[in-house]
């Protein structure tokens, strides 16, 4: 059964930061990695996906990268603003199109 | 545009009055999924449909019901609601078959449901 981990659970930083989120799965067998922004009660907005024989994507200050190998996926967001303050999950896609979501990493960017 | 409809937005309801929570995509996907996401619990898949008249389930399917008879339609139905299923619900839809390495997952907005 695929599990996906997210490391940390809540992070915050300063406006302007660089930072990392971590995501890890336990199959390899993926079709895809999509990264997903969660506001607050809100809905899933995409923003990156990831197939499994690429290795990273970009957009904007976002970039995605996938080693699928090690079972590990990470988010680079570049220069952090207070509007980046949202929850991030990853999710992967496995066999019969099931998508296994991480419990997300809490994000606050500090004025 | 290109999107997935939920309806209604908020549900409150009583323990045992059957509901139906609607989801439609304009975008021609075959593969529609239903998730419900819990505090601590993360998303979690209910059911899913690879094409019309094909539904499976996912990992928490105790409770709910679901048909495919159009490609835009999937409805999730809760016959006799517990205060359990209290959650926000979320439909999604995407690509299918070869298709699935590139195609993302779409969201709709979500329903909330309270179950009293």
């Known amino acids: 059964k695929q599990e996906v981990t997210q490391i940390p659970a809540a992070l915050s930083v300063p406006e302007g930061e660089n930072l990392v989120l971590n995501c890890s799965f336990t199959?390899?067998?993926?079709?895809?990695l999509q990264w997903f922004r969660q506001d607050p009660g809100k809905g899933l907005t995409s923003l990156l996906l990831?197939?499994?024989?690429?290795r990273e994507q970009t957009s904007g200050r976002l970039n995605a990268s996938l080693d699928k190998s090690s079972g590990r996926s990470t988010l680079y967001i570049a220069a952090s603003q207070p509007g980046d303050s949202a929850t991030y999950l990853c999710?992967?896609?496995?066999?019969?199109?099931?998508?296994?979501f991480g419990d997300g990493t809490t994000l606050t960017v500090k004025p | 545009e290109a999107q997935v409809t939920q309806n209604p937005r908020y549900l409150i309801t009583v323990t045992g009055k059957k509901l139906t929570v609607t989801c439609s995509q304009n975008?021609?996907?075959?593969?529609m999924s239903w998730y419900r996401q819990d505090p601590g619990l993360g998303l979690r898949q209910i059911y899913y449909?690879?094409?019309?008249?094909?539904?499976d389930k996912g990992d928490v399917p105790e409770g709910y019901k679901v048909s495919r008879k159009e490609k835009r339609n999937f409805p999730l139905i809760l016959e006799s609601p517990s205060p359990n299923q209290t959650s926000l619900y979320f439909c999604?839809?995407?690509?299918?078959?070869?298709?699935?390495?590139?195609?993302?997952?779409?969201f709709g907005n979500g329903t909330r449901l309270t179950v009293t």
């Open positions: 999604a839809s995407s690509l299918s078959g070869t298709d699935l390495y590139n195609s993302p997952l779409h």
């Open positions: 199959d390899s067998a993926i079709y895809n």
């Open positions: 990831i197939q499994s024989s690429q």
């Open positions: 999710a992967v896609r496995g066999s019969w199109g099931k998508s296994t």
């Open positions: 975008m021609n996907h075959e593969y």
């Open positions: 449909s690879m094409n019309v008249e094909v539904t």
